[in-house]
């Protein structure tokens, strides 16, 4: 007997369920960036990074970088805080993509440290600070040095609140992967 197949339980690499929830996600990062971050032209403070970490925990380095990549570019287009530069879009991208390699699997301390310091580091203090010199013409060395204290504020706070959404996101995950699983059973 002829059994049609449920369009969610081909192999896709995007199901809809992923896309809703990339989407939310999305729209969370863009909202927390954009609106709920404090920001000056050479540093932001905030927690746009708590949707990008869900998106890599449940979703991987794939689809958490496309969720940040989409969000910084759109947040940039509808609500501009300063000139787009495609190099931010980058970062935001790569920003995804080692949260997903280090916690989409497993969120030990050394892999929440890892993450953590190489977005910051890496990432946010030696990437973002080239780009800002880049786009202001500025001297790198003196924007290096004043985005330090953006770096030393947010590892603490980032390595805290992912400790906090590894623990609490785990459950939901199991379930997620639960329903997923039954869906594709029927």
């Known amino acids: ?6 369009p969610s339980s081909n192999n896709n690499f995007f199901q809809v369920q992923d896309m809703v929830l990339m989407s939310a ?17 050479n540093m932001k403070i905030g927690f746009a990074f708590v949707p990008i970490v869900i998106a890599a925990i ?5 689809k958490a970088a496309i969720v940040n990549a989409l969000a910084d570019l759109m947040g940039a287009i ?8 495609p190099g931010f879009t980058f970062t935001a991208a790569l920003t995804g993509f080692v949260f997903g390699v280090f916690l989409h699997k497993k969120q030990t301390l ?37 985005r330090l204290t953006q770096v030393a504020l ?24 639960q329903t997923s699983q039954n869906s594709h059973s029927m």
């Open 78 to 85: 509808l609500f501009p805080i300063g000139a787009y530069f």
């Open 58 to 62: 449940l979703l991987g380095p794939i």
């Open 1 to 6: 007997m002829y059994k049609e197949k449920h």
């Open 110 to 146: 050394p892999r929440i440290l890892s993450a953590v310091g190489i977005n910051q580091l890496i990432l946010s203090l030696l990437l973002n600070t080239l780009w800002i010199s880049i786009l202001y013409k500025t001297k790198y060395l003196p924007i290096l040095i004043t």
């Open 25 to 41: 996600l999305l729209a969370m990062e863009i909202i927390l960036s954009r609106f709920l971050s404090f920001s000056v032209w």
């Open 154 to 177: 947010l590892i603490p706070v980032q390595i805290v609140v992912i400790t906090l959404i590894s623990k609490t996101i785990t459950g939901f995950a199991k379930r997620r992967k």
